[in-house]
């Protein structure tokens, strides 16, 4: 049975909750699901930026004003082709340091 984003998210809120209430740092029960769900909605965002790909999308390197379009993708990093750089304007950077901008 193949698993959405929805269904991953479920679970990954479900086993940070009961690993906090194992080591009795909240008081949350847990089968109240109102508790968990803007921790599974973060978590689903986040799942959906990892599944949809960096790939030709134009991205900011964070903490910076560059801007660059994606020319490849691999499992941690991006080779991003960065705008406004005249020489050797291919950089690689970790994923953690990019976000898809809508621009």
């Known amino acids: 049975m193949k698993r959405n984003n929805l269904d ?5 809120t479900d086993a940070i909750l009961n690993q906090f209430e194992k080591n009795g ?15 599974q909605d973060r978590i689903q ?5 990892i599944t949809e790909g960096y ?6 390197i964070r ?8 020319l490849r993708e691999f499992s941690s990093e ?17 994923k ?3 976000e898809i901008v809508d621009e």
Do not use: Q, T
């Open 55 to 60: 790939l030709n999308k134009r991205v900011r």
């Open 8 to 12: 991953i998210a479920m679970l990954i």
């Open 45 to 49: 965002i986040e799942l959906e930026k």
């Open 78 to 94: 991006v080779l991003v082709a960065v705008e406004d750089i005249a020489k050797d304007n291919e950089l690689y950077f970790k």
């Open 63 to 70: 903490g910076e004003e560059f801007y660059g379009k994606v």
């Open 25 to 39: 740092k909240v008081d949350i029960p847990l089968d109240e699901h109102k508790y968990s769900f803007p921790l």
């Open 96 to 98: 953690s340091e990019v």
